[in-house]
């Protein structure tokens, strides 16, 4: 699958931006979504993931409450809605898909166990 983001952006702190990611060449709905983000210097962490169906999602503590993740499988889109940024919120942002047919309303947030993943939007906070 293809996967590609976008929304990225420079916004000021406590502002909002939303992320898009479309995806192609596969049954979408086979696919947990997730999104990770990488710092300068830093290695990748998981932001939010969210099951096939959309109604099963996990967050990063350092953005439960201020991220939201949803996908529509009709538009092969998953979103990340980040409101209330936060200067350390600053990184490139990736979508990625777990391969996951059964369906079994789980999510992952380890790194390796994502099987596609898109290019990266960069996402900047002022303070």
């Known amino acids: 699958v293809q996967l590609q983001a976008s929304g990225g952006g420079l916004v000021q702190a406590g502002g909002s931006l939303r992320l898009s990611c479309a995806a192609s060449g596969r049954t979408f709905s086979n696919y947990v979504m997730g999104w990770f983000r990488q710092a300068p210097g830093r290695e990748r962490e998981f932001v939010a993931a969210?099951?096939?169906?959309?109604?099963?999602?996990d967050y990063a503590d350092s953005v439960k409450g201020r991220f939201t993740i949803s996908r529509d499988n009709a538009k092969n889109t998953v979103f990340l809605q980040m409101n209330s940024l936060k200067p350390e919120d600053t990184a490139v942002y990736y979508c990625a898909a777990d391969y996951r047919p059964f369906r079994t309303g789980h999510t992952t947030r380890i790194v390796d166990e994502y099987d596609y993943w898109g290019q990266g939007t960069l996402v900047t906070v002022s303070s």
């Open positions: 969210v099951t096939w169906s959309g109604l099963s999602t």
